[in-house]
Nanobody
Framework: AVKLVESGGGLVQPGGSLRLSCAGS????????LAWFRQSPGKEREGVVI????????FYSDSVQGRFTISQDNAKNTVYLQMNSLKPEDTAMYYC??????????????????WGQGTQVTVSS
C-alpha cells in the first residue's frame, strides 16, 4: 500500500528553523511529483512547494520563496522541507502529497493521488 509519513513539526520561535520530512513507500518514489501543502484553521489549503523526484523541476509559492528549501534523498524515499526565518503566519498543519503526473494547478491539491497525515508547525514566541 502507498504511504506518506510526515515528521519534524513542532513549536519554534519566530525567526527559527525546522526541517520536515516526508517518507514514502509503496510506489516508485523517484518518478513522482511530491508537494508540500499547509492548512491552518479557517484558511484554505495552500501549496507551498513541489518537486519532481526524477529531477529538473521545483517550484515554490511566493509566500515561502527564499525561506524554504525542498530537497530529496531517493535512496531513503524521503523529501525534506527546510524552513528558515519562520514567521507566525507559517503556523499550520503541513502535509505532503504525491502524484505521478505533473499537476496543471499544483497549488490546489485536487490532482494528487496520495496524502500523508500531516505534521503540525507552530511558530510562536
Amino acid at each position: 500500500a502507498v504511504k506518506l509519513v510526515e515528521s519534524g513539526g513542532g513549536l519554534v520561535q519566530p525567526g527559527g528553523s525546522l526541517r520536515l520530512s516526508c517518507a514514502g513507500s509503496g510506489f516508485t518514489f523517484s518518478r513522482y511529483y511530491l508537494a508540500w501543502f499547509r492548512q491552518s484553521p479557517g484558511k484554505e489549503r495552500e501549496g507551498v512547494v513541489i518537486i519532481y523526484t526524477g529531477g529538473g523541476f521545483t517550484f515554490y509559492s511566493d509566500s515561502v520563496q527564499g525561506r524554504f528549501t525542498i530537497s530529496q534523498d531517493n535512496a531513503k524515499n524521503t523529501v525534506y522541507l527546510q524552513m528558515n526565518s519562520l514567521k507566525p503566519e507559517d503556523t499550520a498543519m503541513y502535509y505532503c502529497a504525491a502524484t505521478p503526473l505533473l499537476p496543471r494547478r499544483w497549488r490546489l491539491g485536487d490532482e494528487y493521488n496520495y496524502w500523508g497525515q500531516g505534521t503540525q508547525v507552530t511558530v510562536s514566541s
